[in-house]
């Protein structure tokens, strides 16, 4: 592992703006030579409109990683949300407020339990949120038995398939979320408390901070998270669809590794979380447009959650000296 | 005295070490022979420990070098001083909780064979040894259900049974009774008629007079000097001890004080200190001085929420609530933490984070914090206090440990409350800042606070405080003025009070705790009978409602789908007795599919042996690359897993991308083979768990096992290769979840990558029901079958009373949580929590590379 000495000469921006920038034009620069249909507006267009789902998944699960825990039950509240919210709207616009509301009471009901879960019966976050995953996709098959029906109501579609000013919707409510949130986490006293907490949560405790309260709260954005990105899809596909959720539970924590936050808590922010997705976008886009099996797209991810963990570790170690 | 010969066992030559800004050790020389007791004493900080550490081998000298028997040695782990003979008694508790005593005390040394031992043999051995003690503990019973003094009990029956040549004691005496004392003592001097030589480290003088031949003062990392114990007295060690030179000038104290602000009446805590009375005036700095451990540091973490105590504190005539941090600090109480790295500082975070982060809402408005307004308080900290730093954006982290204590300083300078808590403000900080801390902590005072300081340096206490209370055995025993203290008087007062623990122990009945065989069994056993009963319920339930249920042929469509899960969870268990987690199990399972469907065919070019053993080695690939990301790599489990997860999701959707391929029939009639109606593929599998469950409770595997899983740290220092059993367990696991898909993949008679997916969370499931506790060290293989058995059984049983499939995710995940939540309520979580910090800090230092 040489890298150590080339860290300490890069220059401070590298450090200040993230890593993950640098990764994602590089990636997107490589990916554009080698297959130029990349680069043309319309794929830039589509990118950011499938990123969004992603992204606005991936902006509850920093939270959760930077309170230093982890959150695999996302990918049931997006299954669960896809189905309730088509099989509630059925078609109709005045069933859109109820379908919503249901769906995010259920989704922060989830977070809620996870986070009770994990602080007061101090079950670890990983068997938690993986028992819950099964337990809310559960829940959704049971509750379609298996046949989802139901479908969005056409007022609904601008959402995920309208375009303003030329701009996917989806991609203007991402970024929109994300930049709001990323300022916000950096400048309330809530968002410093995550921090805090997830830096050092006995510390955190000796300052008079309610750790128990901000665990729970940051699961309850992950899950509320998880169900706006679900919300956002279904109205991008329309349908109701099982296990939809399913390709979220790796990818939200892969985006939110590759952008800078760490496994251990404390370090990191939403912002990074945005590179993040692109990255990750960018790469499957691209793996499916030089036709590669979707398998390879898996082992890329799980290289790369691996090998962001290794460099953000050396990053942070020639950052503390 | 006695039979005593001249030869020198052990001899240190010229050690020196230091630490960053501390010079521990200087040029020291000492030497103990055959058959003495020889006791090493001198004050907090004089480098006792230090010098104990480099003659086990926790860290290495500077220079100087170890002889025994006049032989130059090394000893790089504290496994190599172990293999020389010496070993050590400490005064925390290094014993494995999970295990009983006479696993503790046989460790890695288990009587009888070099794989399977003699349990018999080893309570037996154990048993005599704890007797021999006067203590009346059964061998048989868990370490963590043990009292402190008797866990000290057994860690020093654990180094009788070295019949070491050289034994190191560090207070042992500080969690005993003075009739455990006596017998200890007994047998000490017993030993050394045998020859064994003693160094025994004691801050009690009666009993350092009392037993030790020659007595070694040791005060500012140097020898003092050596005298026989029969020719002194406790004065002249004192006189020894004390009379460092002054190297800081202390601020002057003040002239008068105000109001009374702190009073505490009737402090009390069950097991750490009794009787505690004191008040604070405004202006006042009360010292709180004594041997470290007696209880000083538990008191005043009790005034901040920290520790539980009963008695009444008031505030400023009024009583205060104090049982958490937060009340605390509402009451108008700050604590200022010893420990500044773990309690303290946030290190990743700005300078300006660390020193804002309590008072955020005073520059807030809607919940948004006024970065402006922040900046320009926490800049006027930064000036006020002199921190050195080119920037207060810059992680406190990169800080010297003097400019760190200086910004914990400043967040609490920033805004005063009504009484400040100082716990060692200077420890690990350079002169001058100490200097700067002294004046800061006096101004503090000055503005009408009160202040407490809690120290283990004599001189600050007796230069900085208008009032020094000494505490010893857990009350206050002296209180002394700061302007008449003196060295003498605070040292001699905390080393020669005689402990009242006397009367506590002797009035205690001891009870001859001898185990019952029943009770032996149903602690190990108690959730895999709880899991039988819930079987026999749902059996008898189903057989109710269905009657096709009770047939062997549902037997052995029972049994069928038992064996890949029970294969499975065998691996599982494996890596979660260890602490940790496998979560690439269900996609290893769906790549061995994939791969049998193309080496384990008709027209294969394999032979089906061939095929087979490609299909376990892909497993143990997997398992080793799990085994190097978190041993080399030191990537922590879960991510390790999640990362291989979907490697080799992907890579058995390259292999087999949709379901396909003809598994050899010959194959097939192997797996399915029966033997009456029983399949043989779940009478290997129920073979193997009788094994595994043999080895856990009579294989010197199995303690590993569980001694890696319960305190790593622990087991390493006992020179267990806890790297390889690791990566063992994980490679282990890789192969089980390899077997596993040989059967899945015979059952569906071709590849599926989806077909395995389930079973990383039935896995764990069936383990974690099965009574395995997440954190490690507790498992059985019965409780694992069984929690296997349970998952199938709930499962075929829903269908016998149609219910809908899908429920099945719904119990699964209920039924884990449900479990762990109940275990881990359990257990004693302050312990496990610190352990668990124990294992980080060792992880982190990178001890365990050397392994």
Redo the contacts between chains.
Sequence with gaps: MKPTKSFSTLPESFNRIGAVWFAVAGLYALASIHSPAMFQYGQVLNLLQVAAFLGIIAIGQTFVLLVGG?DLSQAGVVTLVNILSTSIMVGKAENIVEAVILCLFVSLFVGFINGL?ITI????P???T??????????A??YT??MPHGKIAPAFEFLGQGHFLGIPVTGIVWLTLAISIGY?SL????G?WI??VG??P?????????VNSVLISAYMMSSLFACLGALVLTSYIGLPSLGIGDQFL?TS??AV?VGGT??TG??GSVFGTIGGTLFITILSSYTRLINQ???????????I??LS??MYRLV?KN??? | MIEKTNKTAIAVKGISKSFPGVQALKNVSFECKKGEIHALIGENGAGKSTLMKIIEGVFPADEGSIFMDGKPVFFRQPSDSLAHGITMVYQDSNLIEDLDVAQNIWLGREPGGRFIFNRKKMNHQAQQLVEKLGEKIDARSLVSELSVSEKQIVEIARALSFDSQILILDEPTSTLGASESQRLFDILDHLRRQGTSIIFISHRLPEVLSIADRITVLKDGEIVGTVSSSSTNSDEIVTMMVGRTLDTAFPPRAQSFGEKILEVKNLQSSSSFHNVNFSVRSGEILGIGGIQGNGQQEIVRSLFGLCSSEGTVTIDGAEADLSSPSKAIQSGVIYVAADRRKEGLFLPHSIRKNISVPHLSKWSHLGFVNRKAEKKSVLEQINALKIRTPSDEKSVGMLSGGNQQKVVFARWYLAKTRVYIFDEPTQGVDVATKLEIYRLIREMAAEGIAVIVLSSDVMELNGLCDRILVVAHGTVVDEVAGADATEERVIGSAVTAESDKTQLSETQVRQTNTLSKTSIFLKRYAPSLLLLALLLVIGGFTANKSPYFLTSRNFASLAILIAPLALAAFGQMLVITLGGIDLSMGPTISMTTAIASFTIIGESVFSIVTGVLICLAAGIVVGLLNGILIRVFKISDLVSTLATYSIIYGLALVIRPTPGGLINFDFLDFVEFRWGVVPVVFIITVLLYVGLEFLLLRGTIGTKLYATGSNEYVAFNLGIRVGWVRVGAYIFSGLTASLAGLVVAARIGSGDVQSGLPFTITSITAVVVGGASIFGGRSTAVGTFLGVTLVIFIQNSLNFLHVSAYWQYIWAGGLTLFAVAIYSLQTETPIKWQQQLKQINFLSSGKAQKS
């Design positions: 982890i879960l019966f101090r079950v670890t990983l068997i938690t993986l028992s819950m995953n099964s337990l809310v996709y559960g829940s098959l049971v038995g298996g916000a400048h309330t006293i809530y410093r921090y805090a830096a050092n006995q510390a955190a405790r000796l300052m008079g901070i309610p790796l924590i892969a590794v760490a496994l404390g370090v099996p979707i398998g390879i797209q898996f082992m890329l991810q799980g290289l959650i691996a963990v290794l942070q950052r503390l000296g």
